[in-house]
């Protein structure tokens, strides 16, 4: 990636962000009010990473990771729960109970796709592996961490992430796509959407659900940023806040959260709400 381009060393922030978190949990409770605000989640991303890491070393069950998600007043569970997943692909772990609401304890099998992307690039996007334990239900949360990865890897280019998942097999594209709208709309970078939205042709409900979880995530933060609040409604048609409602109306139409099936029918549900204001709205 060439260090001049802007959105390059965005994403060079956001590593450095996630690596303070990380460190700064080792000893306690992390601080990250120096950081710019946009960059919050990511340091907490790497806090949780780190505290379920401890957490699990010394057999004190969930202690840290709860401590943290109690610190934030849940503000930032949903990316708690994608940094713990961090650590079960790490530790190979593939059983985890949450923090917090059952059905977002299933977000850790997106930081674990992101994990075995991020570290093992050429497995993942060139071989099409997957590991052993993320080869039955998972299997979809897993990819659409392995598409936000994606979006890290070739440093956020349209036709560049286009040409990988299309070598992918089918049925396998349309997760990776959630994943790529789910960490171009939560970056909020200065790439021109319109680019994107043609490379992902054909999964435009995928890039709008993954949009619509990084909507919920600012929204619960506090603080949606600019440049999110422009991609989020670029991908979704409509301003972070209702998409963030999506996910919270979609979540009730769901009554259970006992299997990653339930994950999924939730991602299915916030892709329906996007269809059919898409239908009405933006054809």
């Not at 709208?181 to 959407?193: C, D, I, K, N, V």
């Not at 995928?206 to 929204?219: D, E, I, M, P, S």
């Not at 919270?248 to 999924?264: C, M, Q």
């Amino acid at each position: 990636m060439p260090n001049s381009s802007p959105a390059n060393n965005d994403l060079l922030e956001i590593i450095h962000a996630f690596a303070k978190g990380y460190n700064r949990a080792l000893t306690g409770i992390p601080d990250v009010s120096d950081l710019p605000h946009r960059l919050h989640g990511f340091a907490f991303e790497g806090a949780a990473m780190s505290c379920a890491l401890l957490d699990t070393i010394t057999m004190s069950g969930n202690r840290r990771l709860r401590a943290l998600e109690e610190s934030t007043r849940g503000s930032y569970v949903h990316l708690i729960h994608v940094g713990a997943g961090w650590a079960m692909a790490r530790l190979r772990r593939t059983r985890w109970q949450g923090v917090a609401h059952p059905m977002l304890r299933w977000l850790a099998w997106d930081g674990w796709g992101f994990h075995q992307a991020y570290f093992h690039p050429r497995r993942v996007f060139h071989d099409h592996w997957i590991e052993r334990g993320a080869r039955g239900a998972t299997r979809p949360i897993r990819d659409q961490g392995a598409g936000r990865a994606l979006w890290f890897r070739t440093g956020s280019d349209p036709r560049l992430i286009a040409r990988l998942i299309e070598e992918f097999p089918e049925h396998r594209r349309s997760d990776l796509w959630a994943g790529i709208g789910l960490a171009a709309a939560y970056t909020g970078l200065s790439r021109p959407m319109d680019e994107l939205l043609a490379a992902g042709a054909g999964h435009r409900a995928h890039l709008a659900q993954g949009a619509a979880f990084a909507a919920k995530a600012h929204v619960l933060s506090g603080h949606v940023p600019p440049g999110s609040a422009r991609d989020i409604e670029v991908l979704t048609g409509v301003a972070p806040d209702l998409a963030a409602e999506w996910t919270d109306r979609a979540l009730a139409r769901v009554p259970r959260a006992d299997s990653p099936l339930d994950y999924e029918r939730w991602r299915a549900e916030i892709r329906g709400t996007y269809e059919r204001h898409a239908g009405g709205v933006l054809r």
